[in-house]
């Protein structure tokens, strides 16, 4: 947080006209790692809430909460990135995205281990993400980004969800176990 | 018997006036004959034709029992049997007169001697018409002569029998005589008696007078050393008797006598015996023990020797054996007597230590009753020290209960602080919250963007500060804690030091209980003290006995080996010299037992050199 200067350059600068609110991301923790999503995309953050849990929903997703009127699937990123799970703590939050899939916006929770910081970034800083020979890795992440010596993982928000409310994707359940896939090895590349 | 007698006269022509008084007078004689004399008549052949009252009476016949018997009824049957009784009766039958001594048997068979003779009574012609025999009972004569004949005899064999004429010369002598001088009968027969005599003595004036007393008719006895063939020595028992004629006259000596030579032999041998007997046991008499029969003892005597000797042999070893045993009395008397005195000593050692302990012991009761004073007092400071540890313990809780309430604070202090981080967490929330409105805003939200990141810098501070606060807050925490755990721990310590208390109380009153012991126990061994003290004066008192009785029998043994000492026994080990007398030193009466601690000491001190000086001086005892 005392780190403003340098984040929110982009904000507090003088000519202004470099301020471009898709350049902002906001960043948060999982797994020691920090994540980024495009701020647009977010919607807002709130504290952690226990979702209703909704059967025949894939394990990543938690349930539901009913954010003012809207009822909001909220999914815990660990198990969507299948990584191991924690217990909630203080910290946890879950933040609220716009994820546009064909041609709908579904709002959806992210659970978190908590919330960093908002950076303004360049285009020009984002690294595409390495190819690995898997081209399906380009879909969940955006690139990565160098944020003082910190590596930031910038996620693609709508590759995070494909599926529709009741949680079963178009294609079967063939493809949520492809994008499982792909986002694991996408954390491995980042890993090495 | 008139015609005997006329058979006698033969036949007379002369007148018979004169024949009648020849007759009667021949009668006369016959009948004084036959009132002195035994007759009887026999036939020729031996048959009795009467016999006199004298024979009848010697005979124990009468008249009609013989009357036509045979002679031989007077004879012992064997000799009436042989031929010399036949011969006998032929020969008085041819008109030979026999005469003599005959054996005849009376009419119980007792023997009757009789001088008898065996007449012929001739007939005119000249022929033996009968015999006619006149005895008379020589029975007695016969008895005595026969009895004097066998004294003879008896003498004649058992003696050496030798006779001389007055003057001297040897008329016979016996054989025993012979043999024991040595000499055939031819060679002394005629010879003076002197040459059996050594020539010295014969030709002595002794020698003439004892043939002068002989000749007297005074019999000589004695022994008599007299000389055989060769000279060899004979000693004889003799008596030379000078036999009286029947006018008494000496007419001849005859001399008895025995070879003594051996029992004179005998006699030498005992004398020289009993001499060294003598000798040799006089000699044990005077003392000496070493002395033993030496010489050859005939075997009569050898008996005597060993015993002797083995008397003496045995004397002088019981006689060693009591001078060896009387000198280990001495000896042990000696050993005794040290003994006593190191027991002396000892005892008296046993009794200044006893004093000494007696002393100390006085003092012991005074140290265990303070001892027992402080242990009484010990309770007191331990209920004392109790109830401070109580209060300190009651102090302790109460500090307890004060950290207690710290940490409650403490804790609501965190709470408040957790409230607080959680509104700084819900602020910064809310300002990125903002700050995602602001940038969807735009331009417009530009200054709102400034301001969600003011809030949220404010609320990073207030995080941090609750943060801090609450580090503080556990640090405070933790030092509550320490101090809480030094509390306890200081309670724990008070409760160790109470229980500790309790545990002395607990020992200290052992430890008056074992005073109350040792007050009693040494009651108690100041009264065995005391006893010993008693028992160690009767020990005394016994060692005094005993160094007496040592003493006493140290001087018995002195004297059993001074009387001893009398015999010699030859080698013997050298005596130790009883000279030393093992000085038996003797307590006065006046033993002050109950001297302080003070003098015993020096007493215990000055025995040794006392008892150094003891031997071989008589010595007294200062009182000490």
Known sequence: MTKANSTHAGLIDGDGAATYAGNQYLTFLLAGEEYGVEILRVQEIKGWESATPIPNTPSYVLGVLNLRGAVVPIIDLRKRFDMESVDYGPTTVIIVVKIRADETERTVGLVVDG???????EDETIQPPPNMGNDMKTESIRGLATVEEKMVILLEVDSLMNIDETGIDKNGANDSIVAGQETAVTETAIAS | MISTLRALLGNNSQGTAEFDKRASEHSAIMAALSRSQAIIEFELDGTIITANENFLNTTGYSLEEIVGQHHRIFVAKDYARSANYRDF???????????????????????????????????????????IKVASDVTAQKERSVDLQGKLDAINKSAAVIEFKMDGMIITANDNFLDAMGYRLDEVKGRHHSMFADDEYAASA????????????????????????????????ATYNPTLNAAGNPTK????????????EMKKNIASVLKETADVLSGVAEGDLTRNITSEFPEEFVALKHATNATIDKLKSVVSGIKGSSNSVKNGAAEIT???NSLSARTEQQASSLEETASSMEEMPSTVKQTADNASQAPQLAMTARSEAEQGGAVVNDAVKAMQAIADSSRKISDIIGV?????????LLALNASVEAARAGDQGRGFAVVASEVRNLAGRSATAAREIKDLIEDSGRKVEEGASLVNKSGESLDSIVSG?????????????????????????????????????QNAALVEQAAAA????GQQAETLASLIGYFRVGAEAAIPSSNTRMAVERRSSARPWTSTAAEAPSVSNDAPPQRAVANGNDLEWEEF
Not at chain 2, 101 to 118: L, N, T
Not at chain 2, 253 to 264: E, G, I, L, P, R
């Open chain 2, 253 to 264: 000596v005859v001399k008895y006598a025995t070879d003594v030579s051996a029992q004179h």
């Open chain 2, 206 to 237: 002794e020698y003439r007078a004892f043939w002068e007393k002989l000749n007297r008719g005074e019999f000589d006895a004695g022994e008599y050393l007299r000389f055989g063939k060769g000279g060899k020595e004979v000693w004889i028992q």
């Open chain 1, 115 to 121: 919330v960093a910081d908002v950076y303004r970034l």
């Open chain 2, 420 to 428: 607080i981080d959680e509104i700084a967490f819900q602020t910064n």
């Open chain 2, 550 to 553: 040592s003493q006493t029998m």
């Open chain 2, 501 to 537: 208390v309790k545990k002395v109380t607990d020992i200290v009153g052992e430890i008056a209980a074992a005073s109350q012991e040792q007050s009693a126990g040494i009651n108690e061994v100041n009264n065995a003290v005391i006893q010993l003290e008693e028992v160690t004066q």
């Open chain 2, 338 to 340: 040290q003994g006593n």
């Open chain 2, 89 to 131: 009766w032929q020969r008085l039958g041819r008109g030979e007169s026999c005469s003599g001594e005959y054996q005849r048997f009376d009419k119980q068979g007792r023997s009757v001697w009789m001088q008898a003779s065996y007449n012929a009574v001739l007939d005119a012609n000249g022929k033996t018409t009968k015999l």
